[in-house]
């Protein structure tokens, strides 16, 4: 499982012309899942997410998280994070979850994050999404449960 984390001041999410979602301060999240991705690795990588001190505290040092910070998530689908391109000009995505699969998991990740109280507004799995967002830093950080 693939999480690549941008901090944000804002994000939105359109879908045939209209808003689907937007946050202000807080983290925007592109998720994709590979073939054996499970509980494990949305449990994991949710606590990741919502504990990661990336924002500045008083003294302008990253170290407040998402909760401190009462901020919000926009969470879109992003298999193309599986893209493989060593071979040809072409990306190959065969490395991406099976789409019935990656979309329930896509829903339980979403859902460990509300759990903790955190608004979490989401584009819709397999849709055709134009996000905006104005980064903040700019911060991006890609977690990967391959590398823990």
């Given at each position: ?96 979850q ?38 903040d830093?700019?911060?991006t950080?890609?977690?990967?449960t391959?590398?823990?």
């Amino acid at each position: 499982m693939r999480v690549l984390l941008q901090r944000v001041k804002q994000a939105s999410v359109e879908i045939d012309g209209n808003v689907n979602g937007e946050i202000g301060q807080g983290l925007l999240l592109l998720v994709g899942f590979t073939e054996n991705d499970g509980d494990k690795e949305i449990e994991y990588l949710a606590r990741k997410v919502l504990n990661a001190r990336i924002f500045s505290d008083a003294d302008d040092k990253m170290n407040l998280s998402l909760q401190q910070v009462s901020g919000s998530i926009l969470s879109i689908s992003q298999f193309t994070l599986y893209a493989q391109t060593r071979k040809g000009n072409r990306p190959s995505f065969t490395r991406a979850q099976n789409p019935d699969i990656a979309s329930k998991n896509y829903d339980k990740f979403n859902e460990k994050l509300r759990e903790s109280g955190v608004q979490v507004e989401t584009g819709i799995f397999g849709a055709d999404m134009q996000v905006s967002l104005v980064n903040d830093g700019p911060v991006t950080i890609m977690y990967d449960t391959d590398e823990e």
